[in-house]
């Protein structure tokens, strides 16, 4: 069974002053998570996660990873701009984007984030931005790999990365250009449960890294595994045990890199696996609906959370006060908007769900507020950080109407 580190009386209290729907995310929660990272990487000396902003686009989450020594993982010029603003600068931004604009590499460029060409025309456009930086990073995708999933599809349909060939090039054109640090990153999976995902996925990278050296007497100073781990989405599901596959890249880096003498530097680029788990999606039931199938309808809807609707993910929903309650049924949990899809969960075995009660839609920690979206005029909901000892402070407020409008041509009568 999923549980809650908060409490049903937490939650009344909380919508006293803040109405439904709105996020929370679990402050200790998400400590523990990225000390205990920290510690399965701690035998490699330059190990530093960069966190994938797009996961949770927020200073308060961001200057809270900060703290946990974080950089992150940036792929459009807002996302860097937070990212300064957290106190997040220079090496400690990766700068991972692919069909950059000029504008968006002059930004990356002018703070001095590490530079992940996702592709080897971009060498050639960058050049014409400004001179080339001396750390670049390559982005690979190899074409095949086991743990591809539905998310990332499969690795030939992938937009991703260069080739083999491709990247080899890239290297050996970018080191006689006077580029003098190397990274090389990839992408592979998403979402993945698999613990050999990361030891599997270095292996990969660190045998291209031997290449580098053997044929073209380039060190690559870091090897970037990204995201790709995932969560227990589903209550069956077991959580990683980052321990061991810490423990399990130390191996294939003793073998691979340390007995041939190197020094790589490990970056992660996870978002999913820190904030996931610790991001709860909190929305009242307001209407109850008998017709072919029985509906609860929430305060939340797929702009909300657009994840079950995107990928037909499952999220884990508690009724609060009703954790030990028998299923009364199965029942369509959905939103308002006039779209078929916008439903959190689909024939789920449910207690009675009262009008009034509080749903709990978990694991809604990254990818979740961040995907939101403004269609049939909703607005994005609010939200806040909760402490160890429940008290909640708001990070983001809900939209307003004139946030909605003010982009629009519109006069100051009609934002009144
Ligand atoms: C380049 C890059 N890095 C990191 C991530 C984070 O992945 P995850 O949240 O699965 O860890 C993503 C996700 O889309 C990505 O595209």
Known sequence: MKTLPFSKEDVLNWTKNHPTPFYVYDEAGLRKCVTDLYKAFSWNKGFCEYFAVKALPNPSI???????????????EPEIVL???SGITGKKIMFSSNETTVREYEVALKNGAIINLDDITHIEFLEKIAPLPETICCRYNPGKFRNTNDIMGHLYDSKFGMTYDQIKLAFKTLK??????????????????EE???PRL??????????????????VEFVDLSGGIGIPYKPGEQPVDIFKIGDEVRKVYERMVEDNGLEIAIFTEMGRYITGPYGYLITKAIHYKHIYKEYIGVDASCCDLMRPAMYGSYHHITVLGKENAEAAGKFDVVGSLCENNDKFAVDRKLPKVDIGDYLVIHDAGAHGHAMGYNYNGKLRCAEFLMHPDKSIKMIRRAQTMNDYFITLDIDEDFKR
């Open 62 to 76: 961001l200057r809270l990873l900060k703290e946990l020594g974080c950089g992150t993982d940036c792929a459009s």
């Open 83 to 85: 990212s300064v603003k």
């Open 176 to 193: 006689e250009k006077g580029v003098k640090h190397f990274g090389i990153h990839a992408m592979l999976a998403s979402c993945c449960l």
């Open 196 to 198: 050999d995902y990361y």
């Open 202 to 219: 270095a292996e990969e990278i660190f045998a291209l890294a031997l290449e580098m050296k053997k044929d073209f007497d380039i060190n």
